[in-house]
């Protein structure tokens, strides 16, 4: 099984990932296609022809050959292009923001997974130990230190260890599966190599960074108040020059054609259009403002979080330590007589208990390791993008 770090390096050949990268090349196109110039138009036409009277055949024909050209007054090119370039930036942000949320869903998997076979291993040691207690017991029972209830309590203690264990093997291979399938591997995942639960998550600093969604915000903002410069310019006439050759079949003569046209506003000016740009610009500075407060309230619960998160894990990782000296006080004493099963079964219980506790607690804290990296705009536990 391929570490964390390997699995994050191979993270580009996510879906998620290629989707946005597809994204920015389509973006990228886009602004080469808005630079270019619109294609002259060739025309003719042929008039005075296949008439009657003197205009019956095409001698008396006038043909005409012109090629005319829009020129994008008015800076209607440098709008374009400006538009095309914003969402590009857009589109690279989002590609960014798609590689945060690819790693976050790895880390998580990885880590989901990793919880998975420890409490897979934790079901099979507490399988054991309730075995051990149950064989014990029926020493004591079969020597009358015991009633016999006691010992078919301790064989359905160990019917029901045997089902959590079916059960946490279940759960195994369903976060297996999962970690396969996020991480896109070719071969199913067997075994967990190098631990993410117990990595240490970097420091909690405070961060004057921006953090991801609003830059996708602010990226979208400025693409809609770019779109508002090219509906002020679209409500501009086109003008449109054109030259060309007019051959005279009755004079055996040609002449050159000059034109120049436009539209005349008066009824279509563009002004919907330029209403609905500003107030979408509008709605994009409110998205801003939202995303802006959002994330700064996000922060500051996600370091609170990771802090708690590893306050909880020092002291779940304490109380494993005392329940296991619990235990092993409780088994002495039970050999010894001092203390009766029930005592040893819930010391046991709370031994289990506090296992996986600390695995829960690992778990949370890789939780919110992910949470506080994405808002930063970094890998989760590891270094920015």
Same mark, same amino acid.
């Given at each position: 099984?391929?570490?964390?770090?390997? %699995?994050?390096?191979?993270?580009?050949?996510?879906?998620?990932?290629? =989707?946005?990268? *597809?994204? #920015?090349?389509?973006?990228?196109?886009?602004?080469? /296609?808005?630079?270019?110039?619109?294609?002259?138009?060739? @025309?003719?036409?042929?008039?005075?022809? +296949?008439?009657?009277?003197? !205009?019956?055949?095409?001698?008396?024909?006038?043909?005409?050959?012109? #090629?005319?050209?829009?020129?994008?007054?008015?800076?209607?090119?440098?709008?374009?292009?400006?538009?095309?370039?914003?969402?590009?930036?857009? @589109?690279?942000?989002?590609?960014?923001?798609?590689?945060?949320?690819? *790693?976050?869903?790895?880390?998580?998997?990885? *880590?989901?997974?990793?919880?998975?076979?420890?409490?897979?291993?934790?079901?099979?040691?507490? %399988?054991?130990?309730?075995?051990?207690?149950?064989?014990?017991?029926?020493?004591?029972?079969?020597?009358?230190?015991?009633?016999?209830?006691?010992?078919?309590?301790?064989?359905?203690?160990?019917?029901?260890?045997?089902?959590?264990?079916?059960?946490?093997?279940?759960?195994?291979?369903?976060?297996?599966?999962?970690?396969?399938?996020?991480?896109?591997?070719?071969?199913?995942?067997?075994?967990?190599?190098?631990?993410?639960?117990?990595?240490?998550?970097?420091?909690?600093?405070?961060?004057?960074?921006?953090?991801?969604?609003?830059?996708?915000?602010?990226?979208?903002?400025?693409?809609?108040?770019?779109?508002?410069?090219?509906?002020?310019?679209?409500?501009?006439?086109?003008?449109?020059?054109?030259?060309?050759?007019?051959?005279?079949?009755?004079?055996? *003569?040609?002449?050159?054609? +000059?034109?120049?046209?436009?539209?005349?506003?008066? !009824?279509?000016?563009?002004?919907?259009?330029?209403?609905?740009?500003?107030?979408? !610009?509008?709605?994009?500075?409110?998205? #801003?403002?939202?995303?802006? /407060?959002?994330? /700064?309230?996000?922060?500051?619960?996600?370091?609170?979080?990771?802090?708690?998160?590893?306050?909880?894990?020092?002291?779940?990782?304490?109380?494993?330590?005392?329940?296991?000296?619990?235990?092993?006080?409780?088994?002495?004493? !039970? =050999?010894?007589?001092?203390?009766?099963?029930?005592?040893? @079964?819930?010391?046991?219980?709370?031994?289990?208990?506090?296992?996986?506790?600390?695995?829960?607690?690992?778990?949370?804290? #890789?939780?919110?390791?992910?949470?506080?990296?994405?808002?930063?705009?970094?890998?989760?536990?590891?270094?920015?993008?």
């Amino acid at each position: 099984m391929p570490s964390y770090e390997e %699995l994050l390096e191979r993270i580009g050949l996510t879906p998620g990932a290629l =989707e946005a990268e *597809a994204l #920015v090349d389509a973006a990228e196109a886009r602004v080469r /296609q808005a630079g270019v110039r619109p294609n002259p138009e060739l @025309s003719l036409e042929a008039e005075n022809a +296949f008439g009657s009277g003197p !205009f019956s055949g095409y001698d008396n024909a006038e043909t005409t050959l012109s #090629v005319s050209q829009d020129l994008e007054l008015w800076g209607r090119r440098g709008a374009r292009v400006g538009v095309a370039q914003a969402e590009g930036r857009t @589109s690279l942000l989002r590609r960014d923001l798609a590689t945060l949320d690819a *790693a976050g869903r790895l880390a998580l998997a990885y *880590a989901e997974a990793e919880a998975a076979e420890r409490r897979l291993q934790l079901a099979q040691e507490a %399988l054991d130990l309730t075995i051990a207690d149950a064989r014990a017991l029926m020493i004591l029972v079969e020597e009358g230190r015991e009633p016999l209830f006691r010992g078919i309590q301790a064989q359905s203690q160990a019917a029901a260890a045997r089902a959590a264990l079916d059960e946490a093997q279940a759960e195994r291979d369903a976060a297996f599966a999962r970690l396969t399938a996020v991480a896109m591997l070719p071969n199913p995942v067997t075994s967990i190599g190098a631990s993410l639960l117990d990595r240490e998550p970097p420091a909690v600093v405070p961060t004057s960074s921006t953090s991801p969604e609003v830059r996708v915000a602010q990226a979208e903002r400025d693409a809609a108040e770019s779109r508002i410069e090219v509906e002020r310019v679209r409500a501009r006439p086109d003008v449109r020059v054109s030259v060309g050759v007019r051959r005279y079949e009755a004079e055996d *003569a040609t002449a050159l054609t +000059f034109g120049v046209s436009m539209p005349l506003p008066l !009824f279509d000016r563009n002004r919907g259009n330029y209403d609905a740009a500003q107030a979408e !610009f509008r709605a994009a500075d409110a998205r #801003v403002m939202a995303a802006t /407060q959002t994330a /700064q309230a996000d922060l500051a619960g996600a370091e609170a979080r990771l802090r708690s998160a590893n306050s909880r894990v020092w002291a779940t990782d304490g109380g494993v330590t005392a329940a296991e000296e619990a235990y092993r006080l409780s088994q002495i004493g !039970f =050999e010894a007589g001092r203390i009766s099963q029930l005592e040893l @079964s819930s010391s046991r219980a709370a031994l289990i208990a506090a296992r996986n506790a600390a695995v829960d607690a690992r778990l949370a804290r #890789v939780r919110a390791e992910v949470d506080l990296a994405r808002l930063q705009g970094r890998f989760p536990f590891g270094s920015s993008r």
